[in-house]
């Protein structure tokens, strides 16, 4: 019996998402990688195989229930079992609360926090199976507070949050570790070095996040034997005030 593995990263951008994929992928699981753009894979993917491991690419929406159903059966059916779910879909948009429309709160909670339901209830059936797994939610400073002008963002990380806490007491005793990663503070991205350049001036200082640092601390997470599991860890530079 074979005993290959798969990671799925739903979010797997050219950060975060990216590096947690790489992570996984040196310890011999099969990287799963989705995004609504599958065309912007292509770069993660090429990485992976050119350091010597496996790679699958998605175009897959994460707020769509019948697509997430048929991207976690396609992954289960055609490449190996899902070991490791991580949800890292963002959504971080600011308007004043009275210029906000309807339509920007409803697609900011569906990214945040709809989808998050979706991916791990249908990671938690198969793995359910199995009696085994690790499903891990990627937070922010939102999710513990709101600020002004973030409503649509820290309303869907509040709600990501709750979810990861209920599914982690119902799944928990079933052999599923579920736990939920705090990310607060600027990541070494693009978009902070074209829009916050005096932030990202901070990183030969280490006062921004490195991302192949966060992926460690997921890896880690995974790792822990249940006697000590971990439901929320955050991260920040040591500079980050809070």
Same mark, same amino acid.
């Given at each position: 019996?074979?005993?290959?593995?798969?990671?799925?990263?739903?979010?797997?951008?050219?950060?975060? @998402?990216?590096?947690?994929?790489?992570?996984?992928?040196?310890?011999?699981? %099969?990287?799963?990688?989705?995004?609504?753009?599958?065309? #912007?894979?292509?770069? &993660?993917?090429?990485?992976?195989?050119?350091?010597?491991?496996?790679?699958?690419?998605? @175009?897959?929406? %994460?707020?769509?229930?019948?697509?997430? +159903?048929?991207?976690?059966?396609?992954?289960?059916?055609?490449?190996?079992? /899902?070991? *490791?779910?991580?949800?890292? *879909?963002?959504? =971080?948009?600011?308007?004043?609360?009275?210029?906000?429309?309807?339509?920007?709160?409803? #697609?900011?909670?569906?990214?945040?926090?709809?989808?998050?339901?979706?991916?791990?209830?249908?990671?938690? #059936?198969?793995? &359910?199976?199995?009696? +085994?797994?690790? /499903?891990?939610?990627?937070?922010?400073?939102?999710?513990?507070? @709101?600020?002004?002008?973030?409503?649509?963002?820290?309303?869907?990380?509040?709600? &990501?949050?709750?979810?990861?806490?209920?599914? %982690?007491?119902?799944?928990?005793?079933?052999?599923?570790? *579920?736990?939920?990663?705090?990310?607060?503070?600027?990541?070494?991205?693009?978009?902070?070095?074209?829009?916050?350049?005096? +932030?990202?001036?901070?990183?030969?200082?280490?006062? /921004?996040? =490195?991302?192949? !640092? /966060?992926?460690? =601390?997921?890896?880690? &997470? !995974?790792?822990?034997?249940?006697?000590?599991?971990?439901?929320?860890?955050?991260?920040?530079?040591?500079?980050?005030?809070?």
């Amino acid at each position: 019996m074979s005993d290959k593995r798969s990671v799925l990263v739903v979010g797997a951008g050219d950060a975060t @998402g990216g590096a947690i994929a790489r992570r996984f992928a040196r310890a011999g699981f %099969a990287a799963c990688v989705s995004r609504r753009n599958a065309d #912007k894979l292509e770069p &993660l993917l090429e990485r992976i195989r050119a350091d010597g491991g496996e790679a699958h690419g998605f @175009g897959s929406d %994460a707020r769509d229930e019948a697509a997430v +159903r048929e991207l976690v059966t396609t992954i289960e059916r055609d490449i190996a079992p /899902i070991e *490791v779910a991580v949800f890292n *879909v963002g959504g =971080n948009v600011r308007f004043p609360i009275t210029e906000m429309t309807e339509r920007v709160y409803r #697609k900011v909670w569906e990214m945040g926090a709809l989808a998050g339901f979706l991916v791990g209830r249908e990671v938690a #059936k198969v793995m &359910l199976t199995r009696g +085994r797994g690790t /499903i891990l939610f990627t937070g922010a400073t939102a999710s513990l507070r @709101g600020s002004a002008g973030f409503a649509a963002f820290a309303g869907a990380k509040h709600a &990501l949050r709750a979810l990861a806490q209920s599914m %982690a007491r119902e799944l928990g005793p079933q052999g599923i570790h *579920v736990a939920h990663v705090v990310i607060d503070g600027a990541i070494d991205t693009p978009f902070i070095a074209e829009t916050f350049p005096e +932030r990202y001036a901070l990183k030969a200082q280490d006062g /921004i996040l =490195n991302p192949e !640092h /966060i992926a460690e =601390n997921y890896w880690a &997470l !995974h790792c822990q034997p249940r006697s000590a599991w971990t439901h929320e860890m955050d991260l920040r530079p040591w500079s980050e005030k809070w």
